[in-house]
């Protein structure tokens, strides 16, 4: 790839501000995507490019790389729902390319727009179906149910083909997820005991101690089974229990996800639903909503491999700490109860935030002249040994598209799949707990479902 332009559509947003711009400025400053880049940033608001980047500058949490983003960035005013603006847009972006040119279009807009927009993209020809130097990446909400999303997938087939297609989910941009894979498929010890006969339960937990911000319009529409285990959860536990794929190309990994996804079942009462306290009082909240911030699920893979192992899935807002982890817990050795051991039992964690890296528990003598057994832990910090800093998910994913590497984006059969089972959790969803101590749900999940949540 010699040169990239990089569109993004609704350019004004937190999205763009958070998350779009630092990546792209700082893969460009490293050197990852062509010296000839140009990043156009459309918008309604009234700016040219310079007020643009003092404007996004402001809304940012954290400051800008003005001086790099001055170099790549133009903005253009343009009304995205208005077919006739393309035809300028199309002006602009052909005085740029050559048929050497990569392409992206990023839709950081709601999904409401994403009709008009793909309908305008393909008519102005700014995207051609199945030249596979154009593509289009957006990301969630697909939708707001099995329905929509469906609507939504069917429409974008329409004006391009699957291959030009990147549907972003941040977490598997995150290191440590992409490290699932070389966990468990590149080390003998790991591989050999992936299997039900050894795996006592596996732990998926996202804790977050934040609240909804201003999100209240799309949360209370949404939920923690939208907003978070429809996407990043189902993903998590795909991979984990997912069969060895024939390689680690991507339609062979997400083929073998699909199978794991499809297999996932409940039993009833497998949930506990939560709203922590002060969610009806939040902006745009319904004053009676029962939209739950935290959920707790039981669930099993009946695959053979992993038929009768519960995992655990738990994630929610205004929690004790942010933890993102997954922990695979091991079955006691029969000495352990044979000999009176204690029954401390293997944990390995893959720990993605806010530590990226992975701990080993195993059970060691205590040092000197006692014979006592004690739990204790390996570690290793992925971040204490990256050369630089670690690079930001999105940083990962953005570089991925422009290199046309799919595995780390999500094809509509595994969305399609979430769905219907959240779909399948709704319908036995019951009113949220009220909370606003985390120790409370930790007793609660352990009454109701004999389980230790750390
Ligand atoms: C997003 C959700 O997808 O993930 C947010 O919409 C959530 O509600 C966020 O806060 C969590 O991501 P991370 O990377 O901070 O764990």
Redesign the pocket.
Known sequence: MKKLIFTIFGSTGDLTSRKLLPALSKLYKDNKIPKETKIICLGRKDLNTKSYLTYMNDESSAPLDLKTLEQIVEYHKIQITDKNDYNELKKIISKETDNQTKQLYYLAIGPELFFDVAQNINHSGLIEKANENQLIIFE?PFGHDLKSAKKINQMLWEFFDEKQIYRID??LG?EMIQNIMMVRFANRIFEEVWYNRTIKNVKII?K?T?G?FN?GGY?DQSGALK??VQ??LIQMLSMVSMEVPLSYHSEDVKNEKVKAIENVSFDSNSFIFGQYEGYLNEDKVNKDSKTETFVFIKAFVNTPRFKGVPFYLMTG?KLDQ?E?VIIVEFEETSEQRKWNLPLSTNKLYIKI?PDDGVGLKFNSKVPGLTGDVQEVELEYCAACNAVGNLSE?YEKLLLEATESHKTLFTRWDEIELSWKLIEHIKEKQTDPIIYNDYKALQVLIKEKMDVKMP
């Open positions: 969630k941040h977490y995150k996202v977050e934040d909804i999100r949360y907003d978070m996407s990043h807002k942010k993102s935030a998910a």
